[in-house]
């Protein structure tokens, strides 16, 4: 039964890393937020599987931070409250799941996308990945994620794409 929710987990793991490449890959920042946001959830089932509990709290809580970004595009607000209140919650989030030192990287890293998510330019969004990255990439080594290990790779290459894809002529 272990090796199966492992598997499963690890599957989850996958389906995370796949809705991540694709989210850098969208070319509104909306579309970006949108696939972050199943990137969450997917991932977050992949952590409960695996026992890390800060990256369950903190993926959820960024998921949820999705939504409100997205409805706060929609509206058409650059309020920078609600970026504030949304890297406060992560913050105390993470230090209220703690789990070891090792989740310093996790809650620097969602700190660093959700604020980059919160940037009306996608192409800061991508930008901001060459930061994030490494900080989460750490955790996944450290939990054993494979999913987000290949996932962070994944990002760094999706982002380099979209970079230069997107890039204004």
């Keep these: 039964m272990e090796n199966l929710l492992?598997?499963?987990?690890?599957?989850?793991g996958i389906l995370a890393m796949v809705l991540g490449?694709?989210?850098?890959?969208?070319?509104?920042?909306?579309?970006?937020?949108?696939f972050q946001?199943?990137?969450g959830f997917a991932f977050a089932a992949h952590?409960?599987?695996?026992?890390?509990?800060?990256?369950?709290?903190?993926?959820?809580?960024?998921a949820f931070i999705c939504i409100c970004l997205g409805i706060r595009n929609k509206m058409n607000s650059t309020s920078n409250?609600?970026?504030?209140?949304?890297?406060?919650?992560i913050v105390i989030s993470g230090i209220l799941s703690w789990d070891n030192i090792f989740s310093l990287f996790l809650i620097?890293?969602?700190v660093v996308v959700n604020l980059s998510l919160s940037f009306t330019n996608p192409q800061h969004t991508r930008f901001a990945v060459f930061i994030k990255c490494p900080l989460c990439l750490t955790y996944n080594i450290a939990?054993?994620?494979?999913?987000?290990?290949i996932f962070e790779c994944a990002s760094l290459i999706s982002a380099i794409i979209g970079i230069v894809k997107n890039k204004k002529k």
């Design 143 to 149: 939990v054993g994620s494979i999913g987000g290990i």
């Design 81 to 89: 409250i609600t970026t504030i209140i949304c890297i406060s919650l």
């Design 6 to 12: 492992y598997i499963l987990g690890q599957a989850f």
């Design 47 to 62: 952590y409960l599987l695996l026992g890390a509990t800060t990256a369950v709290v903190l993926n959820l809580l960024s």
């Design 37 to 39: 946001c199943g990137t």
């Design 21 to 34: 490449f694709i989210s850098f890959q969208r070319k509104t920042q909306l579309g970006i937020i949108v």
């Design 108 to 110: 620097l890293g969602l």
